[in-house]
Every structure is written in C-alpha cells, then in structure tokens.
C-alpha cells in the first residue's frame, strides 16, 4: 500500500476546513482545527506501521455518527454517511497495516 493514501482524508479534509472558514468567514471553529490535526496524526501513526493510528483517525468518523443522531433541522444529513466512510477507511487501512506487519507468522 502507498503511503500517500493515509494521508488523504487528511488532505481533503485540511482543504474542507480552509476552504469553510475562508467562505463563511467563521476562523472560530476549533472542532474542525481538532479532527484535522487528528487525521494528520492518524496518517502519521499509520505511516510509522502502527496500528493505533486507526483508534486516532476513527474518533472523527465516530462524532460525525453520533453528530448524525442529534436533531438539528439540517434538509441533508451528511454526518451519518461521512462518519461511516471515515471509520470504515481507517479500518480498511488499519487491517492492510496489521496485515503487512504479521506477515509470516504462524498462530
């Protein structure tokens, strides 16, 4: 697996963030600084052959999910589908990674 991959949510989501803030004029969203700057850190984990770095990179996945179960009169619910997406990469990245480091071994 390229190494880049791990990084991409992490990029699209940097550009997601600059791009809102940029638009909305709103630079006082600390949430979004926070899952940003989690997604780089999974990426990095991930990059080093860790697999903690799927626990890091899933908590924005799993608040989007909870996020998708308060009601707040939104006419698209994008939380629940883009939380699933999120956690389900970084499982999908996280078994490629445990994968490749057990490679070998007997049970």
Excluded at 57 to 68: A, Q
Excluded at 79 to 89: C, S
Aim: proline share 4%.
């Amino acid at each position: 697996m390229k190494k880049i991959i791990l990084y991409v949510p992490a990029v699209i989501f940097t550009l997601g963030v600059i791009v809102l803030t940029t638009i909305l004029r709103d630079w006082n969203t600390p949430l979004w600084y926070a899952w940003a700057l989690l997604l780089w850190i999974s990426g990095f984990v991930m990059n080093k052959g860790k697999t903690l770095g799927v626990v890091i990179g899933c908590f924005p996945g799993i608040h989007l999910i909870y996020m998708s179960t308060q009601f707040t009169g939104q006419v698209i619910n994008i939380e629940l589908p883009l939380g699933l997406i999120i956690a389900i990469y970084y499982i999908g990245c996280g078994f490629v990674i445990w994968k490749k480091n057990h490679r070998g071994m007997t049970v």
